[in-house]
Each structure stands twice: as structure tokens, then as C-alpha cells.
């Protein structure tokens, strides 16, 4: 089974999305890294406004609970949250996330090179081709 986490980004190729501000993507690699860089930040925007707004989320790195709890925990929190922003949304918890997020580094040198010596990270490179490649001739088809 292929570990989480990787399949990352190519390296060297447009990664932020506000590099895509000003040029549409030229090639299958900037196609995928501008679709992992919108997905990354939904998914980190999400997590983060939940581990600001239930602290039992961000207790740290050790299991606490099984994964089954600890999923269902997950699943409670986003429920009450979604709840929560539909009755009194905490504006300023948002922006918090948003600024924290604005201010971190996607990954450093250090931690790319441990993540991507193993035949997982192989094998991810392989799907990472091939979901690119997919990508790459939908959005080139449907291009104006």
C-alpha cells in the first residue's frame, strides 16, 4: 500500500498558487502542481480552522485515541463546525488560518529528499504521471 503523502508536487515547476495569477499553466507538470497546490490549501484551511476551533484535533502527534475514535472525533468536529458557521461564523478565526497558512513553507530540501528515496515514492511518481497526464489533456481539451 502506498504510504500518504507521496505523491507530491514536481519539483523545480510552478508550485504557489499565486504564481498562476498572471500565466495559465504551460505543461502536464504545472496542470498537477496547480491542482495539488488549490487541494492542499483547502485541505490545510480546513484542518486548521477545526484544530483552532476544537483543540482535542491538535493535542499533538501522539494517538490518543484509536483510529476509529479518532476519526469519528474528526467527523463530530467538522460536523459541529459546519453547524457552527451556518448559525455564528468566526470570522476572525478563519482569517487567523489564513494568515498562518500564508506564512508557511510547503516543504524544505531536507524533508523532499527523505520523502522521496523509497520505491513508495517511486511508485508515487508513477501515479503522480499518470494522474498529470489525465489532468493535463482534460484541461488542454477544454481549453477556449
Not at 484542518?47 to 494517538?63: D, N, Q
Not at 528515496?117 to 497526464?133: F, L, M, P, T, V
Request: net charge neutral.
Amino acid at each position: 500500500m502506498l504510504k500518504s503523502g507521496l505523491i507530491t508536487p514536481y519539483r523545480g515547476v510552478r508550485y504557489h498558487l499565486k504564481e498562476y495569477s498572471t500565466r495559465a499553466p504551460e505543461n502536464a507538470q504545472e496542470i498537477f502542481n496547480h491542482r495539488h497546490a488549490s487541494l492542499r490549501n483547502v485541505i490545510e484551511r480546513a484542518f486548521g480552522v477545526l484544530k483552532k476551533r476544537f483543540p482535542i484535533i491538535a493535542s499533538g502527534t501522539e494517538a490518543h485515541y484509536s483510529v476509529d475514535t479518532t476519526t469519528e472525533i474528526v467527523l463530530a468536529c467538522g460536523i459541529l463546525h459546519n453547524y457552527l458557521m451556518g448559525v455564528d461564523p468566526d470570522e476572525r478565526l478563519i482569517a487567523k488560518v489564513d494568515r498562518e497558512l500564508m506564512n508557511n513553507e510547503i516543504c524544505t530540501e531536507e524533508e523532499y529528499r527523505m520523502n522521496n528515496n523509497s520505491d513508495d515514492s517511486r511508485q508515487g511518481a508513477i501515479i503522480r504521471d499518470a494522474i498529470a497526464a489525465r489532468i493535463w489533456a482534460d484541461y488542454a481539451s477544454n481549453r477556449p
